[in-house]
């Protein structure tokens, strides 16, 4: 129930995926390369009513900065 919000730094301006659904399962992405600080993965309720959700799986990757 809610809305769910995912941020790839330590704040919510940064690289950023919000779910569309309620209810039902969805796969979040934040994207992010070596430029970008990502020192923390934040996981949160964006509903002001509140709301539960539950984490499958977590992964974080870099994508590879090519010059």
Known sequence: ????????????????????KIGEWEQLRVCTNSRAVTDILSIYNQDAAGGTFFVDRVELREIPIVE
């Open 1 to 20: 129930s809610g809305k769910v919000g995912m941020s790839g730094t330590n704040s919510t301006s940064g690289p950023a995926a919000f779910t569309t």
